[in-house]
């Protein structure tokens, strides 16, 4: 997390009951921040992490402040060789995200292309089959009411020829 005030900022993480406080310049790169925070973090856990919990006194762990000090001068010019490897690394590590994101959205579009063929294609044979369905009544219906037709027929014609020849 981090807080505004003024032209400093306030960076820090919570873990377990422990806090990691940084204040910078605004203008100091936050990513480089929150990796300095978690090299202390690392390494107070590392040094005193099974202690933190019967810390009698506030100054318990005086001696972390060498360490503290060490990597603060580590960190401490943004244009060096060290920080600017871990700035590049993170941007690595960012661009290979969204490289990987970008494959990802990319094999999304091809299966929607592959669902739209296959709803044009299930459209098309939808209608086929309900044409092929409606040749079917019909011819149900034929096969049903012929013979009665055919009947009938022949009953009208019966009585026709029976009323002009008699």
Not at 23 to 38: G, I, N, S, T
Request: proline share 2%.
């Amino acid at each position: 997390m981090s807080i505004e005030t003024g032209p400093y900022m306030f960076h820090y993480i919570i873990e377990g009951r422990v806090c990691y406080l940084s204040m910078c310049d605004r203008a100091y790169p936050k990513k480089l921040v929150f990796q300095y925070l978690e090299d202390i973090k690392n390494e107070f856990e590392n040094a005193y992490g099974n202690q933190i919990e019967t810390a009698a006194r506030p100054y318990a762990f005086i001696k972390f402040d060498t360490f503290i000090q060490k990597t603060k001068r580590l960190y401490q010019d943004t244009r060096s060789q060290r920080n600017i490897a871990k700035l590049n690394d993170e941007l690595y590590e960012v661009h290979q995200i969204m490289a990987r994101n970008v494959q990802e959205v990319l094999g999304v579009g091809e299966k929607l292309d592959q669902v739209s063929e296959m709803s044009s294609r299930l459209t098309s044979e939808s209608r086929i089959y309900a044409m092929k369905a409606k040749d079917l009544n019909n011819q149900a219906l034929i096969r049903k009411w012929a013979p009665v037709a055919v009947v009938l027929g022949v009953v009208f014609l019966l009585f026709w020829i029976r009323g002009k020849f008699w």
